[in-house]
């Protein structure tokens, strides 16, 4: 059931670069023509569709200063990708593109005021159909327990790093110490490689994915460590 987040290194929002951006068609069909799997994130437009992007707010990868959540798909159609000729794909998408050639590990996006049940059932409504190797993960714990009471034949994890950043107090504590991991029994665990040696990373006795590694040193550095690797800027062995 779970041995695609172990079989091969995972591909970063794809294998951008070179004028390929991150999360784009471009990244995920050179991907899937590598015969990688595919780490990739989705959160919700304003008139809640299940788009592929990472960042809350759209400055860094198109120049404008909206954020996605306050964007209808239409709205977000009409940017580019770091100037390339490449849009914000929706989810739906992806799905078709990819059609089960690779695996894919869906992370959703904490989004500020979007409940657990919307974001899970939203999620599990568009994967409803869909035929291809997948797993789920969040930084946010509830969005995990929220989709696997609704898809319990999906592995689903909790991402994690000691580097919580604007994250303060209570949500900073749980982004380090996995600490609702009881709560929601994830199957796996997705921690930063910088911080790998976390108590909370230590401890846990399934699945450890390690993320980002950007060299293939890192990489067989970190495969001492963890089941796996999520990485960007080189193309592993």
């Known amino acids: 059931m779970y041995e695609f987040l172990t079989a091969k290194p995972i591909a970063h929002r794809g294998l951008h670069g070179d004028g390929v951006p991150e999360n784009s068609v471009a990244a995920f069909r050179a991907a899937i023509e590598a015969g990688f799997p595919i780490e990739t994130d989705v959160r919700l437009s304003a008139d809640d569709r299940l788009v592929v992007f990472h960042d809350d707010d759209l400055l860094r990868m198109t120049g404008d200063e909206r954020s996605v959540g306050e964007c209808t798909v ?3 159609k009409h940017l580019r990708l770091e100037g390339a000729d490449e849009q914000i794909p ?3 998408e992806l799905l078709r593109l990819v059609a089960g050639r690779v695996p894919l590990l869906i992370e959703i996006k904490n989004m500020d005021g979007v409940k657990p049940k919307k974001i899970a059932a939203a999620l599990a409504k568009a994967l409803e159909n869909y035929r291809g190797e997948f797993a789920v993960q969040s930084f946010q714990p509830f969005y ?3 989709f ?3 898809r319990r034949d999906v592995p689903c994890g909790v991402l994690g790093t000691a580097e919580a950043g604007a994250a303060k107090g209570m949500k900073a504590f749980t982004i380090r110490t996995l600490c609702f991991n009881f709560s929601v029994r994830p199957d796996f665990v997705s921690y930063r490689k910088e911080d ?3 108590r909370s990373v230590r401890r846990f006795k399934k699945i450890r994915l390690a993320w980002v ?3 293939p040193k890192e990489a067989e550095d970190m495969r001492k460590r963890a089941d796996n690797v999520i990485f960007e800027g080189f193309l592993p062995e």
């Open 74 to 76: 239409s709205q977000l």
């Open 90 to 92: 929706l989810l739906s």
């Open 144 to 146: 995990v327990k929220a």
């Open 148 to 150: 696997k009471k609704l």
């Open 196 to 198: 790998f040696e976390q």
């Open 213 to 215: 590694v950007r060299s």
